[in-house]
């Protein structure tokens, strides 16, 4: 298996410029999760890794070796897509040998990989049938499957679980982690769920219109996120922010004053000047109930999960703020609280999303 690495790649139709000076890399054997709102270029990245598309800059490395103009069949990837795009006629056994056979790979060999990728994707049983007797995830497994025969260097997902329904994503993603593990392959997956990419990933690439915002560990984005669009993407149900005004420092920390009420958080860099704007961040988790300070808010909506439960309250600003309960099964609807957070788990960013260290 081979790693992948970009340096100042770039992308253009065009005038719009899509993929703007990206350079990432995802070791030998890991599995780099490309995650992102709709748009910001995380399926043409995947695609110019692959070949798909031309790249208008920079250099694309796979296994060391340059591949920026090289035909996507000498590559060494194989790509998955949200499109299982199986041949009914054929069956299974034939869907994942279908590569091998186009290639004139003798007919003992083609069996014995099929057999093989049957065995790792729990589809031995299923060899026979055709692609309509499957399940959805049935189905996905098979794609994989045809890209696993091809021993690739690289494995490339572009969303492939969209087309399940939850349960089966839930199971999909588990099915994912096992086969990394198993086989130990350098992968490369794009997806628009934070919670896919979070429990899926070693390393996770943030990307908002054509540029990555951060890249990481996945617990590392969650805990020290560079900026606000990082922190509020990173995460569910999302980070908290209210905007505020610097009022003082003290001992590492600032006090900050919103409509809904202080909180301070704290800092590692130089503090803010009084009187300047921030926005704050917490995490549902974070926030508890007080007794003195923090911010007023109402109540509205309960989510009741069973042992933990997402309060959906109200400021009297009208910000929405959503704070985590465990434990407690008091009915708390139209209460007003005060809620708050200790500064260590209280984020400071600028106006413009910058983080303030």
Same mark, same amino acid.
């Given at each position: 298996?081979?790693?992948?690495?970009?340096?100042?790649?770039?992308?253009?139709?065009?005038?719009?410029?899509?993929?703007?000076?990206?350079?990432? #890399?995802?070791?030998?054997?890991?599995?780099?999760?490309?995650?992102?709102?709709?748009?910001?270029?995380?399926?043409?990245?995947?695609?110019?890794?692959?070949?798909?598309?031309?790249?208008?800059?920079? =250099?694309?490395?796979?296994?060391?070796?340059?591949? =920026?103009?090289?035909?996507?069949?000498?590559?060494?990837?194989?790509?998955?897509?949200?499109?299982?795009?199986?041949?009914?006629?054929?069956?299974? +056994?034939?869907?994942?040998?279908?590569?091998?056979?186009?290639?004139?790979?003798?007919?003992?060999?083609?069996?014995?990989?099929? /057999?093989?990728?049957?065995?790792?994707?729990? *589809?031995?049983?299923?060899?026979?049938?055709?692609?309509?007797?499957?399940?959805?995830?049935?189905?996905?497994?098979?794609?994989?499957?045809?890209?696993?025969?091809? #021993?690739?260097?690289?494995?490339?997902?572009?969303?492939?679980?969209?087309?399940?329904?939850?349960?089966?994503?839930?199971?999909?993603?588990?099915?994912? =982690?096992? !086969?990394?593990?198993?086989?130990?392959?350098?992968?490369?997956?794009?997806?628009?769920?934070?919670? %896919? +990419?979070?429990?899926?990933?070693?390393?996770?690439?943030? *990307?908002?219109?054509?540029?990555?915002?951060?890249?990481?560990?996945? !617990?590392?984005?969650?805990?020290?996120?560079?900026?606000?669009?990082?922190?509020?993407?990173?995460? &569910?149900?999302?980070?908290?922010?209210?905007?505020?005004?610097?009022?003082?420092?003290?001992?590492?920390?600032?006090?900050?004053?919103?409509?809904?009420?202080?909180?301070?958080?704290?800092?590692?860099?130089?503090?803010? +000047?009084?009187?300047?704007?921030?926005?704050?961040?917490?995490?549902?988790?974070?926030?508890?109930?007080?007794?003195?300070?923090?911010?007023?808010?109402?109540?509205?909506?309960? %989510? #009741?999960?069973?042992?933990?439960?997402? !309060?959906?309250? /109200? &400021? +009297?600003?009208?910000?929405?703020?959503?704070?985590?309960?465990?434990?407690?099964?008091?009915?708390?609807?139209?209460?007003? *609280?005060?809620?708050?957070?200790?500064?260590?788990?209280?984020?400071?960013?600028?106006? %413009?999303?910058?983080?303030?260290?």
């Amino acid at each position: 298996m081979s790693g992948v690495k970009l340096t100042n790649v770039k992308k253009s139709f065009g005038a719009h410029d899509v993929i703007k000076d990206v350079s990432l #890399e995802v070791p030998k054997g890991e599995f780099g999760v490309f995650v992102g709102p709709s748009g910001c270029g995380k399926s043409t990245l995947l695609r110019m890794i692959a070949g798909l598309e031309e790249s208008s800059g920079g =250099t694309i490395e796979i296994g060391g070796r340059d591949v =920026t103009h090289v035909e996507p069949a000498k590559r060494g990837v194989a790509m998955v897509f949200q499109s299982y795009a199986l041949y009914p006629h054929l069956s299974v +056994a034939e869907n994942m040998g279908f590569s091998l056979r186009l290639a004139r790979a003798p007919r003992h060999e083609r069996e014995e990989k099929v /057999r093989e990728a049957a065995r790792i994707l729990q *589809l031995t049983d299923h060899l026979d049938k055709k692609p309509s007797a499957l399940s959805g995830g049935q189905r996905q497994r098979v794609a994989i499957g045809r890209a696993i025969v091809r #021993e690739p260097e690289v494995f490339l997902f572009d969303e492939p679980l969209s087309n399940l329904d939850a349960e089966l994503r839930v199971q999909m993603r588990l099915e994912l =982690t096992r !086969l990394h593990r198993q086989i130990g392959a350098t992968m490369i997956y794009v997806t628009h769920d934070q919670v %896919e +990419a979070m429990t899926l990933a070693d390393d996770i690439f943030v *990307l908002k219109g054509g540029h990555v915002m951060q890249a990481g560990r996945p !617990l590392h984005l969650y805990d020290d996120p560079d900026n606000r669009f990082v922190a509020g993407f990173i995460g &569910s149900p999302a980070m908290n922010f209210v905007d505020a005004v610097v009022t003082g420092s003290d001992d590492g920390t600032i006090t900050a004053a919103a409509e809904e009420g202080i909180l301070r958080a704290a800092l590692r860099g130089p503090k803010p +000047a009084e009187g300047s704007r921030v926005v704050l961040g917490v995490r549902p988790e974070h926030l508890v109930p007080t007794e003195t300070g923090g911010l007023p808010v109402t109540v509205e909506v309960a %989510e #009741e999960l069973g042992g933990n439960s997402y !309060l959906h309250t /109200r &400021s +009297a600003s009208g910000a929405d703020i959503v704070f985590e309960r465990r434990g407690s099964r008091d009915r708390l609807e139209g209460q007003r *609280l005060s809620i708050g957070a200790e500064p260590d788990k209280v984020f400071a960013f600028t106006p %413009e999303g910058a983080r303030l260290r």
